[in-house]
């Protein structure tokens, strides 16, 4: 099949890739013509594990334009993999969703239009009404979300746990489940508006379970218990399941903090106050300053110190700092007068952190530190030679924002440690 995929960030390129890789014809197009000119030249524009390997591998299937018509002509389907941003007022940005709507041309023969940018329930509705304004008659909508994880996302893509196809047209939905035909995983079959709430309700209780296993982080240390001991003591129990138990300073991203957000001014929209999505931002929120705390009770007040920012990406895996608990803490730091140093393996830190130094190693970063903080859970992390790092630090502090560290190990270095939920030495 053809398929045109509109929007190529972290899910378009991903989506194309993979669909051509499936054995389609792919098109992906995107505004940005640098963007555009290096994945022309062969350069991927962010930083996915095995991607630059995929897109290499089916370069013959794969081409890049910024031209609507190219990428239209003759597709079968056209997906729309565009931005959909937090608004100031915490709804989803839909603006890239309906350029590309205005933007399609008229067909004649019959193409579907396939949503896998996150949006609010109900906008297939407004999309298929504004299609039959434009006289789109012949323009299919269907709703296909996206569940990847950045880092690990093509083999998300190529093996998922559920395809989610939402259809006004059942016809129109069989279209997209022929085009995954090679990937083995259950189809969800539905209404438009249930695809959509899907992929929220997914995200919802996805954050929903880290901001609890962080409040139960938070009571393990006001009470002596180990938070880790309890996620593996409660993951083993088959109704809970271990994933997403591990506790830390807090979900970012480009998806969990804004879709909780879209999902709750959605609900309040609809007139339902969510009240325990509310709380589980909030819970994220303070979750990220928690680290401030407990810098002040080592260091004492945090002005001229000098901290170390070990990890600046949402997550290990991606170059990814949308909505980074990093951010926030640099921020916070630097409002305490604090000197900061950051390091990361990928992520530019440069381009969104002002009056942040940026080191070039790890133990660049720390030395002269007064404090380490473990930000982002990057396995260089752990295996960092932290006898030389305590060499090079003018104070002997660590707090381990990830829990990614062996507690003994660090404290036998002479570091005082410190990790989320985690008892004190
Ligand atoms: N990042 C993820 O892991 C992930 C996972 C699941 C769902 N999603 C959802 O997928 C959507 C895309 O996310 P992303 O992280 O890939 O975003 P992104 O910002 O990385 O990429 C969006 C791309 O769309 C391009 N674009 C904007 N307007 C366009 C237009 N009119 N035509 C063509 N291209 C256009 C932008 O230039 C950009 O390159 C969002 O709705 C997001 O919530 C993301």
């Given at each position: ?22 054995g389609h014809e792919v098109v992906v197009r995107d505004v940005v013509a640098d963007r555009i000119e290096a994945l022309r030249a062969g350069r991927v524009p962010i ?315 790890a133990l660049a970063a720390l030395d002269g530190a007064d404090a380490a903080v473990v930000v982002t859970e990057w396995p260089e992390l752990r295996e960092l030679d ?23 190990a660090i404290r036998a270095l002479g570091f005082a440690y410190e990790g989320i939920g985690r008892p004190v030495a």
């Open positions: 099949m053809k398929v045109a995929v509109f929007g190529a960030g972290y899910v378009g390129l991903v989506t194309g890739a993979c669909f051509a890789d499936l930083h996915e594990d095995g991607l630059g390997e995929l897109l290499e591998r089916n370069e013959r299937r794969l081409h890049f334009t910024t031209d609507v018509t190219e990428a239209v002509d003759g597709a079968d389907v056209i997906y729309i993999a565009v931005g959909t941003p937090p608004t100031y007022s915490g709804d989803a940005d839909l603006s890239a969703v309906w350029t590309v709507v205005d933007e399609l041309p008229q067909t004649d023969r019959r193409i579907v239009v396939a949503m896998k940018s996150t949006v609010p329930v109900g906008t297939g509705r407004s999309v298929r009404h504004r299609l039959d304004d434009r006289g789109l008659d012949n323009v299919g909508y269907v709703s296909n979300p996206e569940f990847t994880a950045e880092g690990t996302a093509i083999e998300d893509f190529m093996h998922p746990d559920r395809i989610v196809i939402g259809a006004f047209d059942v016809a129109d939905g069989d279209v997209v489940a022929k085009l995954h035909e090679g990937i083995d995983a259950p189809l969800v079959r539905c209404d438009v508006a249930s695809a959509e709430m899907i992929k929220l309700a997914a995200n919802a209780a996805l954050v929903t379970r880290i901001s609890f296993i962080n409040e139960i982080a938070n009571v393990c240390e006001a009470t002596g218990a180990d938070v880790t001991t309890v996620s593996q003591g409660i993951g083993l129990d088959r109704r809970i399941g271990p994933s997403f138990l591990r506790a830390g300073i807090g979900f970012g991203g480009s998806c969990f903090p804004k879709d909780s957000l879209a999902l709750k001014q959605l609900a309040a929209n609809s007139g339902y106050n969510f009240q325990l999505l509310n709380a589980v931002i909030e819970v994220n929120e303070l979750q990220k300053r928690r680290v401030i705390g407990k810098l002040e009770r080592r260091l004492g007040p945090l002005r001229g110190k000098r901290i170390a920012l070990l990890g600046l990406a949402f997550k290990p895996g991606t170059d990814d700092m949308r909505e980074a608990p990093s951010l926030v803490l640099a921020g916070r730091l630097l409002s305490e007068g604090a000197d900061v140093v950051a390091w990361d393996p990928v992520a530019n830190g440069a381009s969104h952190l002002h009056g942040v130094e940026i080191a070039e190693t932290w006898a030389a790092a305590a060499e090079h630090m003018r104070t002997r502090v660590v707090v381990d924002g990830r829990n990614l560290l062996d507690p003994d």
